[in-house]
C-alpha cells in the first residue's frame, strides 16, 4: 500500500529559506541545504521548494543550489518557481530535481503543461493551485502570482474548473494550496480538499494550514489527500517529523517510519 | 571497488551518481564496454522508456557486454524490466506491440494491472524479500520509493515484492545478474543501505 507522505515546503528566495503568513510578511528560516538534510534524515518522505520570487518578479533565476539539495539528499524533491519553458524544466531536472512544479506560468499558457508531460513524463510534472476563498461571491478562485501582496492577481478561473482542466492536459500531481489558511495553523481547509478530492484523478497533495498533528490525519482520513505539505510548523520546530510520523501510524495510517 | 555505471544516454544518471558519491564509492562513468571492463560491479540506470534504454544499448553495442557479464550487475528501474525477454511498452503510435529486452531473466513486463488505483504507480510503498544479501540488514515491509507504469510479474528470480493492484517484482536475482524496480538512491536510509549492500557483495 502506497504510504501518505509528508512533504516540509521549503519557500527559497535568494537562496536563503524564507516563510510568510498568508503569503505575505516573509522572514528568514535559514540555509537550504542545510534545512534539506535534517528535514531527509528526519523521515520527510519528499521535499518541495518554491523559488517566491521567480514568477512575480519575472526574472531568471540562479539555480545552482539544486545540485547541492540534490548532491545530500536521497529522498525525492521538486522544485517550483519560475519555469516558463520545457527549456526551465529541462534545467532543474539536469541539476538533480525529480519533479518540477508549475503554477503561474501554467496560468498563463496552459499548453506548458501538456508540453512538459510530453516531453518528461507526467510522474515529473506538478501543477501547484493558489485558492483562494472569496466569502463575498461564496467561491474558490484561482490566484496568480502570489509571490508577493502587490503582484497577485485572481484569474478568471475558479478552483474546481482550473483543477479539471490541468489534469486534462497533463498535470501528474496536484498542490492545493489554500492561501485562505496559509501560515495561520488552523488546519487544512476540509470543505476545499474534498470538494477537489472528488475531482481529482491524480495524486493530491494538502497545503495550507497544519498546525497540529491532527490537522494531517484529517487531510488523509477525511479528504484521502495522497499527501500533506506544511512549512513553518516544520521550520519552527512546533512539529518534529519523527513524532508526526509515529503519531499518524499509531491512528492507522499507512506512513514510512 | 570500482562501480560502473553503464550510461545508455537515454537518462538522467544525476541521482545515481550523487547517491553513490553519498557512499563515497570510486564510479566510472561509460558507453563503452572497454572502459566498463575495468570495472569491478556495474549499475545499469534507467529512467524513460524501455525503448530508449533498449536503443541506448543497442547503440553503444552493450547488449553482448551486459549478458555475458559475470559481474556483479545491479538494474534500477528500467535497468531492471530490461532484463525480463519482453516488455509491453512500446510508444504511442508504433506499429509494434511489445519490445525485445535482454532476456537475462523470464517473463514479460507489462502494464500495472493496479485494480483501479492511480497510475504511474508513485510514491513509497512496502516491499517483502527473501533475505537475498542485497537485502542484508533491512527490515521486511521496508519502504523504498517508486514510480513507474509497467511491471514484471513475480517469477522465479523474484527476490523481493510488492503490491500495487497487483503484485510484481521489486528485486530480481539470477546469479551474478540483480534489479530493483523501486529507486535506491532516493529510498531515503533503506535505499543507502541496499546500494551499500550491493557495493559489499
Known amino acids: 500500500m502506497l504510504a501518505k507522505r509528508i512533504i516540509p515546503c521549503l519557500d527559497v528566495r535568494d537562496g536563503l529559506v524564507v516563510k510568510g503568513v498568508q503569503f505575505k510578511h516573509h522572514e528568514i528560516m535559514g540555509d537550504i541545504v542545510a534545512l534539506a538534510a535534517r528535514y531527509a534524515a528526519e523521515g520527510a518522505d519528499e521535499l518541495v521548494f518554491y523559488d517566491i520570487t521567480a514568477s512575480a518578479e519575472g526574472r531568471r533565476v540562479d539555480r545552482s543550489w539544486i545540485s547541492k539539495v540534490a548532491a545530500v539528499i536521497n529522498i525525492p524533491f521538486a522544485v517550483a518557481g519560475g519555469i516558463k519553458s520545457v527549456e526551465d524544466a529541462q534545467e532543474i531536472l539536469a541539476f538533480g530535481a525529480d519533479k518540477i512544479s508549475i503554477n503561474s506560468p501554467a496560468l498563463s499558457d496552459p499548453t506548458l503543461i501538456t508540453r512538459l508531460a510530453d516531453r518528461f513524463g507526467v510522474q515529473c510534472v506538478v501543477v501547484g493551485i493558489d485558492s483562494y476563498f472569496d466569502a463575498v461571491s461564496n467561491t474558490y478562485q484561482v490566484k496568480q502570482f502570489t509571490g508577493s501582496e502587490q503582484s497577485t492577481i485572481t484569474t478568471k478561473w475558479q478552483t474546481l474548473a482550473w483543477v479539471q482542466e490541468v489534469q486534462h492536459r497533463g498535470a501528474g500531481e496536484i498542490v492545493l494550496n489554500m492561501m485562505n489558511q496559509d501560515g495561520m495553523k488552523n488546519g487544512y481547509d476540509l470543505t476545499q480538499l474534498k470538494a477537489v478530492r472528488e475531482i481529482c484523478q491524480v495524486p493530491l497533495i494538502a497545503s495550507g494550514g497544519a498546525g497540529a498533528m491532527e490537522h494531517f490525519y484529517d487531510a488523509f482520513t477525511q479528504a484521502d489527500a495522497d499527501g500533506a505539505l506544511a512549512a513553518s510548523v516544520f521550520h519552527k520546530q512546533l512539529i518534529a517529523i519523527p513524532a508526526l510520523k509515529q503519531y499518524l501510524k499509531e491512528k492507522g495510517i499507512a506512513i514510512r517510519t | ?201
Open chain 2, 1 to 201: 571497488m570500482r562501480i560502473g555505471v553503464i550510461d545508455t544516454k537515454a537518462c538522467n544518471l544525476n541521482s545515481v551518481l550523487q547517491a553513490l558519491q553519498r557512499l563515497q564509492a570510486e564510479v566510472i562513468v561509460s558507453s563503452d564496454a572497454a572502459e566498463l571492463q575495468h570495472a569491478d560491479k556495474l549499475i545499469l540506470p534507467g529512467v524513460g522508456t524501455a525503448q530508449a534504454v533498449m536503443h541506448g544499448i543497442e547503440h553503444f553495442k552493450l547488449q553482448d557486454f551486459i549478458v555475458n557479464s559475470t559481474k556483479p550487475l545491479l538494474g534500477i528501474c528500467l535497468g531492471m524490466q530490461v532484463q525480463a525477454q519482453t516488455s509491453d511498452e512500446v510508444p504511442l503510435k508504433a506499429d509494434f506491440n511489445e519490445i525485445k529486452t535482454l532476456g537475462i531473466v523470464p517473463g514479460h513486463v507489462q502494464k500495472i494491472n493496479s485494480q483501479g488505483l492511480r497510475l504511474p504507480h508513485m510514491g513509497w510503498n512496502t516491499v517483502r524479500h527473501t533475505d537475498h544479501p542485497l537485502f542484508r540488514d533491512i527490515a521486511q515491509d521496508s519502504y523504498f520509493y517508486f514510480v513507474h507504469s509497467y511491471c514484471l510479474p513475480l517469477n522465479d528470480f523474484t527476490i523481493g515484492r510488492s503490491e500495487y493492484g497487483q503484485s510484481f517484482s521489486a528485486a530480481i536475482a539470477r546469479d551474478n545478474f540483480m534489479g530493483v524496480q523501486f529507486h535506491p538512491e532516493k529510498s531515503g536510509a533503506v535505499g543507502s543501505r541496499l546500494l551499500q549492500n550491493f557495493i559489499e557483495l
